[in-house]
């Protein structure tokens, strides 16, 4: 019995350890999953607008010793969680086929460059490895074409390339003629290359001569049969031209007989029209010695003969390099109506054709403002909008119905984005706040915009839900499902208008947030009137005032000038009043006697600025314009007499 009691305890205890370690292990799991305190209070700090104690949490969190584990929990919070995968570890000019099917890529240096074809999908099992560049896809027909480099140490081998490229191997990287030697073996490249087009499902090639022509910029037509490029004479350093050729017609044919420069073609899908800017130097040019230096940026058109324009980056070519710092744009542009073969030549710049080829947007500028010019391609455009802010980048929708541009409203370019209804913009959307800029807008879907934020050398690519109305305050749902998808916070929903523009101010040594331009919350009364009597000390008070409309002092023509304000007047010698701004808890406007005399005597005067009279256009214009025409003939009627005077007193001196 004894023995049995021993057992039976020791089996209790033994049951209970059991639990306990049961209930230990279930409490770590538990908290190892759930959310840690840190974690919660920051992302509620996010939540309600309090974005320093957010970040600062957020911080704290990421520098502690596991730090690791909180990195997509807080970069899906903020959306700045980017998962990549590397294809390679040397490429350039990455790109998606028109379709999406295939990723494109460049890799190699010079007459070793390749192109090489994935599928886009998981497998990214490589189509192609194509021995050249330039290459372009005929969706219709499973079919890309490339310009073929010869090979410099194959059968081949061209002796002037193969010259150039070896002086170009032996040329140290600080050699003051690299840039130089660089651009001729681009040259050459466009001379000696030959145009090739694979069938991507049986690998068949065919080769399509042109060898006196330098040959660059390679285009389908919306069938998919025939091949559009630029191309140029090295005896006509004054001329380039688009030409023709396909696999029926393996001899390139000139699509319009006309004179003068030209640059890549774009062409729209339908195969109706085709588009080329005029540029102000030949693409194609043979490169001078001395063109290039070392440490120093190269003549784009230059050394990258092979690389299309920015031009045709704006238009319908998907499958073309950005370039990060296009050359000073051209201001005219050619429309070739390929059934008449008619050209028309346009003055603007930045050309883009929506995908169904019907509509046609482009950038004017006439006595310092610019227009948003949108019509058929083939009729007439009229100015979608007027600006006197810089413009640039037109993009339109795929049935051209919404357009979508780059405008500079202060020091940095800005995206916009309407609806065109009859030619015209219905509400002009601001889409983007960042401090960077926000530059070559492209719509990838009715409702979805892609856009580049940032200098030229850390760019990157970010996208935009834009809803199914620009006009409206609302954006689309899609994307919106921060826990759906890890990747989906890199879509911006307008919705949920993200903080994308934040300025840090002070008040009485506390720290405020503007996002946006709004702050979380406006300051108290009290708070303002101690802070605008601390800093006149001493000074009486005359009286307090909230203002919600603007008065006499205290306007902006504009309405920029922050409302609610909180008007404080002094009964001190100078008789001052303080406009106190309740969102950034700073002076927006200090007034004295004698500033609100000279507001009277000279802005009132001078510019007719006055209540009730100064805001209302076109009538203020109206009377300014009949004024400074009466001072006009005033001024010529003066003159007269004075004329008759001195004719006399000349008169006199010579009789």
Same mark, same amino acid.
């Given at each position: 019995?004894?023995?049995?009691?021993?057992?039976?305890?020791?089996?209790?205890?033994?049951?209970?350890?059991?639990?306990?370690?049961?209930?230990?292990?279930? =409490?770590?799991?538990?908290?190892?999953?759930?959310?840690?305190?840190?974690?919660?209070?920051?992302?509620?700090?996010?939540?309600?607008?309090?974005?320093?104690?957010?970040?600062?949490?957020?911080?704290?969190?990421?520098?502690?010793?596991?730090?690791?584990?909180?990195?997509?929990?807080?970069?899906?919070?903020?959306?700045?969680?980017?998962?990549?995968?590397?294809?390679?570890?040397?490429?350039?000019?990455?790109?998606?086929?028109?379709?999406?099917?295939?990723?494109?890529?460049?890799?190699?240096?010079?007459?070793?460059?390749?192109?090489?074809?994935?599928?886009?999908?998981?497998?990214?099992?490589?189509?192609?490895?194509?021995?050249?560049?330039?290459?372009?896809?005929?969706?219709?027909?499973?079919?890309?074409?490339?310009?073929?480099?010869?090979?410099?140490?194959?059968?081949?081998?061209?002796?002037?390339?193969?010259?150039?490229?070896?002086?170009?191997?032996?040329?140290?990287?600080?050699?003051?003629?690299?840039?130089?030697?660089?651009?001729?073996?681009?040259?050459?490249?466009?001379?000696?290359?030959?145009?090739?087009?694979?069938?991507?499902? *049986?690998?068949?090639?065919?080769?399509?001569?042109?060898?006196?022509?330098?040959?660059?910029?390679?285009?389908?037509?919306?069938?998919?049969?025939?091949?559009?490029?630029?191309?140029?004479?090295?005896?006509?350093?004054?001329?380039?031209?688009?030409?023709?050729? *396909?696999?029926?017609?393996?001899?390139?044919?000139?699509?319009?007989?006309?004179?003068?420069?030209?640059?890549?073609?774009?062409?729209?899908?339908?195969?109706?029209?085709?588009?080329?800017?005029?540029?102000?130097?030949?693409?194609?040019?043979?490169?001078?010695?001395?063109?290039?230096?070392?440490?120093?940026?190269?003549?784009?058109?230059?050394?990258?003969?092979?690389?299309? *324009?920015?031009?045709?980056?704006?238009?319908?070519?998907?499958?073309?390099?950005?370039?990060?710092?296009?050359?000073?744009?051209?201001?005219?542009?050619?429309?070739?109506?390929?059934?008449?073969?008619?050209?028309?030549?346009?003055?603007?710049?930045?050309?883009?054709?929506?995908?169904?080829?019907?509509?046609?947007?482009?950038?004017?500028?006439?006595?310092?403002?610019?227009?948003?010019?949108?019509?058929?391609?083939?009729?007439?455009?009229?100015?979608?909008?007027?600006?006197?802010?810089?413009?640039?980048?037109?993009?339109?929708?795929?049935?051209?119905?919404?357009?979508?541009?780059?405008?500079?409203?202060?020091?940095?370019?800005?995206?916009?984005?309407?609806?065109?209804?009859?030619?015209?913009?219905?509400?002009?959307?601001?889409?983007?706040?960042?401090?960077?800029?926000?530059?070559?807008?492209?719509?990838?879907?009715?409702?979805?915009?892609?856009?580049?934020?940032?200098?030229?050398?850390?760019?990157?690519?970010?996208?935009?839900?834009?809803?199914?109305?620009?006009?409206?305050?609302?954006?689309?749902?899609?994307?919106?499902?921060?826990?759906?998808?890890?990747?989906?916070?890199? =879509?911006?929903?307008?919705?949920?208008?993200?903080?994308?523009?934040?300025?840090?101010?002070?008040?009485?040594?506390?720290?405020?947030?503007? =996002?946006?331009?709004?702050?979380?919350?406006?300051?108290?009364?009290?708070?303002?009137?101690?802070?605008?009597?601390?800093?006149?000390?001493?000074?009486?008070?005359?009286?307090?005032?909230?203002?919600?409309?603007?008065?006499?002092?205290?306007?902006?023509?504009?309405?920029?000038?922050?409302?609610?304000?909180?008007?404080?007047?002094?009964?001190?010698?100078?008789?001052?009043?303080?406009?106190?701004?309740?969102?950034?808890?700073?002076?927006?406007?200090?007034?004295?006697?004698?500033?609100?005399?000279?507001?009277?005597?000279?802005?009132?005067?001078?510019?007719?600025?006055?209540?009730?009279?100064?805001?209302?256009?076109?009538?203020?214009?109206? =009377?300014?314009?009949?004024?400074?025409?009466?001072?006009?003939?005033?001024?010529?009627?003066?003159?007269?007499?004075?004329?008759?005077?001195?004719?006399?007193?000349?008169?006199?001196?010579?009789?």
């Amino acid at each position: 019995m004894p023995v049995g009691i021993r057992d039976s305890g020791s089996g209790i205890r033994t049951l209970c350890v059991l639990c306990a370690l049961g209930v230990l292990c279930a =409490v770590a799991r538990a908290t190892t999953h759930a959310a840690p305190p840190k974690l919660d209070a920051a992302n509620e700090a996010w939540e309600r607008g309090d974005y320093i104690s957010a970040v600062n949490g957020y911080i704290q969190l990421l520098n502690g010793p596991r730090g690791a584990e909180y990195v997509d929990a807080i970069a899906q919070k903020t959306g700045e969680l980017f998962e990549t995968r590397e294809l390679t570890a040397d490429g350039r000019a990455p790109r998606f086929s028109p379709d999406g099917r295939f990723i494109v890529y460049e890799t190699g240096l010079e007459t070793s460059r390749r192109t090489r074809i994935l599928k886009n999908d998981a497998t990214r099992a490589e189509v192609a490895d194509l021995p050249g560049v330039s290459a372009t896809f005929s969706t219709p027909l499973d079919e890309v074409a490339y310009l073929k480099i010869p090979d410099a140490a194959g059968h081949d081998a061209n002796d002037e390339l193969r010259a150039a490229s070896e002086a170009l191997d032996k040329a140290t990287l600080a050699a003051q003629n690299r840039n130089q030697l660089t651009q001729m073996v681009a040259w050459l490249i466009a001379k000696h290359s030959t145009i090739v087009v694979r069938d991507l499902n *049986s690998g068949r090639e065919m080769a399509l001569p042109a060898p006196d022509l330098l040959k660059t910029g390679l285009t389908f037509s919306g069938d998919g049969r025939t091949l559009y490029f630029l191309g140029a004479r090295e005896t006509e350093p004054d001329r380039s031209d688009i030409y023709q050729i *396909s696999e029926g017609s393996p001899r390139p044919a000139l699509v319009v007989d006309a004179g003068g420069l030209k640059s890549a073609p774009i062409v729209d899908h339908s195969g109706a029209t085709l588009i080329y800017v005029v540029p102000t130097q030949n693409p194609l040019r043979k490169p001078q010695p001395g063109a290039g230096r070392a440490g120093g940026a190269a003549d784009a058109d230059a050394v990258g003969p092979l690389q299309p *324009s920015d031009q045709a980056v704006r238009g319908l070519r998907p499958n073309v390099q950005i370039q990060a710092q296009p050359l000073r744009l051209p201001s005219t542009f050619a429309i070739v109506d390929l059934a008449s073969r008619s050209v028309s030549i346009v003055t603007g710049t930045a050309p883009s054709l929506s995908a169904d080829g019907r509509t046609l947007a482009y950038v004017a500028r006439s006595d310092g403002e610019y227009s948003l010019m949108i019509g058929p391609t083939t009729g007439m455009q009229t100015a979608a909008l007027r600006t006197p802010a810089r413009l640039d980048a037109p993009a339109l929708s795929a049935d051209g119905r919404r357009a979508a541009w780059q405008m500079m409203p202060r020091d940095d370019w800005e995206i916009y984005v309407s609806d065109i209804r009859n030619g015209n913009v219905t509400i002009d959307r601001r889409v983007t706040r960042e401090i960077q800029h926000d530059v070559l807008p492209r719509f990838i879907g009715p409702d979805r915009l892609l856009a580049l934020v940032g200098e030229p050398r850390h760019r990157r690519s970010y996208l935009y839900e834009l809803g199914s109305d620009t006009g409206s305050d609302t954006g689309s749902d899609k994307g919106s499902d921060k826990g759906s998808d890890k990747g989906s916070d890199t =879509v911006h929903n307008l919705r949920s208008d993200p903080a994308k523009e934040m300025e840090i101010v002070q008040f009485q040594g506390v720290p405020r947030l503007i =996002v946006n331009g709004r702050a979380p919350a406006p300051i108290d009364r009290d708070s303002l009137l101690a802070a605008a009597r601390a800093a006149l000390p001493g000074a009486a008070l005359h009286d307090v005032m909230w203002l919600d409309r603007y008065d006499s002092y205290y306007y902006d023509r504009r309405a920029e000038l922050p409302l609610p304000v909180l008007r404080v007047r002094f009964a001190d010698a100078p008789r001052t009043w303080l406009y106190v701004d309740p969102g950034r808890g700073s002076i927006a406007r200090k007034e004295e006697h004698l500033t609100r005399l000279n507001r009277w005597l000279y802005h009132g005067l001078h510019s007719l600025d006055f209540p009730g009279f100064y805001g209302r256009r076109p009538l203020w214009d109206v =009377v300014v314009i009949v004024l400074s025409l009466g001072g006009l003939a005033s001024g010529v009627t003066s003159l007269v007499p004075a004329w008759r005077r001195l004719r006399r007193h000349a008169s006199r001196l010579y009789t």
